[in-house]
């Protein structure tokens, strides 16, 4: 079982942003992970196409793009020509979404689907064997810093055991309050990419926060395969 670190921007210092992703990297961060909201869908307006063009020039690792929007369809292939090579979307806005999926796919980038912390495991049962990966917020969506919610552990395992299910290994992905202390329980329910955004950039050095938690998860994993 393969941990991945994927910090979030939306916790990052603006001013400094190159220096902020740069000593996540060091740290250890195999993805840097980026919201966009726009105001809509979500209570707040973050940022869009230019800033993740701007990232793809300076980032060394890919860059994971979620988008908490309206109308994603929109906007897939401005994303994924701007350097996102993971792209996510969430199930609540997307009546269309196995076409949205194999677009997504189509455009050259890895098909996530996300799932507000209300939104049961049940409305991925269609697209279960489609997927690149699946992203289970774990945090109602909108804002960094926010605690984690605990039943996000159970559907965790939920989805897990849908993937198997449609004999698709993709991994899951967890965002939301993902810290040192809930980072053992995520990774044992069997989310394998972590995405962090305070717990990474809130405390002043990034480079060591994300050597922590990439520390912890390998540990937690290695814990899992054990038992």
Avoid: C, Y
Wanted: charged content about 20%; cysteine-free.
């Amino acid at each position: 079982m393969s941990i991945r670190l994927s910090p979030s921007i939306l916790s990052a210092d603006f001013m400094a942003l190159g220096r902020e992703v740069a000593a996540a990297e060091r740290g250890g961060a195999d993805l840097i992970h980026v919201d966009v909201m726009d105001g809509h869908f979500v209570p707040n307006l973050t940022i869009g196409v230019p800033v993740v063009r701007a990232l793809k020039r300076v980032a060394q690792v890919p860059l994971d793009v979620h988008l908490m929007i309206d109308n994603p369809d929109r906007f897939l292939e401005a994303f994924i020509d701007a350097g996102a090579a993971m792209l996510s979307v969430h199930v609540e806005v997307l009546p269309h979404l196995h076409r949205t999926i194999q677009a997504i796919k189509g455009l050259g980038a890895q098909a996530g689907v996300v799932l507000n912390p209300s939104t049961p495991v049940s409305a991925l049962e269609e697209v279960a064997a489609d997927v690149d990966f699946v992203l289970v917020m774990s945090v109602n969506p909108g804002f960094g810093g926010q605690r984690f919610i605990p039943r996000s552990v159970a559907k965790i395992r939920a989805v897990r055991a849908l993937l198997d299910q449609a004999g698709n290994p993709a991994p899951i992905e967890v965002d939301g309050g993902v810290d040192l202390e809930t980072i053992g329980s995520v990774v044992e329910a069997g989310a394998e990419i972590l995405v962090a955004g305070h717990a990474v950039f809130g405390g002043g050095d990034a480079e060591s926060a994300a050597r922590a938690l990439k520390l912890a998860g390998a540990r937690a994993a290695a814990s899992r395969v054990r038992s």
